[in-house]
């Protein structure tokens, strides 16, 4: 009598713990989506605010150049791109 309840609980403790291992391991799966995501939309706007910047650069050597950008840029635009071209470089890596 005591042997088939004892046989019986540990059957019903090894499904519960089955279950929650796949429980654990939805919840790490899911944790490593949301940090996937995160790092794709964070890429996406660094990309974006690459972006920008490379179209200020562009634009404000043709026109009036704006008051907020680095002086830097406005002597030497080639050096400006390769380096955002450098921060691409990063990002991409960064990612990976």
């Given at each position: 009598m005591f042997r088939t309840r004892t046989e019986w609980r540990s059957k019903r403790v090894a499904v519960v713990r089955r279950?929650?291992?796949?429980?654990?391991k939805?919840?790490?799966d899911l944790a490593r989506s949301?940090?996937?995501l995160e790092t794709s939309r964070m890429l996406?706007?660094?990309?974006?605010?690459?972006?920008?910047?490379?179209t200020d650069i562009?634009?404000?050597?043709?026109?009036?150049v704006a008051a907020d950008i680095d002086p830097g840029v406005r002597e030497d635009p080639n050096s400006a791109r390769e380096a955002?071209?450098?921060a691409e470089a990063l990002l991409e890596v960064k990612a990976n």
């Open positions: 279950r929650s291992d796949e429980i654990e939805s919840l790490t949301r940090l996937k996406s706007r660094e990309r974006e605010n690459l972006r920008k910047v490379m562009s634009g404000s050597l043709e026109r009036s955002i071209l450098l």
